[in-house]
């Protein structure tokens, strides 16, 4: 009986051995995908373009406070709506021309989305 209590926490601690090799695999994983964040580099600028139901280019870098313009090219209604924390009003739905927005002055990442259109987001990362 003793012995078999003995050779139960080995197990355990080998397992655990085999446990924490295995997590630091996902984590090399989770690198990459960081990586692939990487792939979408937000872009210097304070022009969006709306076409095809999405976002162009989807990820954008601005100054605090700046204001950006998001024009649609589309053809159907579209809308700009960034999350509550962002604070920034969503604009209406519209299908021509274009929307300008004051970004917030505090740095971060801020996501917006069309409510129309599901998938249809992007960032705006002030900095
Ligand atoms: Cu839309």
Do not use: K
């Amino acid at each position: 009986m003793r012995a078999r209590l003995m050779i139960v926490p080995l197990a355990a601690a080998i397992l655990a051995c085999g446990g924490s090799s295995d997590s630091t695999a996902p984590g090399t994983g989770s690198t990459g995908g960081t990586g692939g964040t990487g792939g979408t580099t937000p872009v210097a600028t304070t022009s969006v373009e709306m076409l095809n139901t999405s976002f162009t280019p989807r990820a954008i870098r601005v100054a605090p406070g700046a204001t950006v313009t998001w024009t649609n090219s589309d053809g159907i209604a579209h809308n700009v709506t960034f999350a509550a924390a962002a604070n920034v009003p969503a604009s209406a739905n519209f299908a021509a021309g274009s929307v300008a927005l004051q970004m917030p002055a505090a740095a971060g990442t801020y996501a917006y989305s069309c409510t129309l259109h599901p998938g249809m987001s992007g960032t705006v990362t002030v900095q």
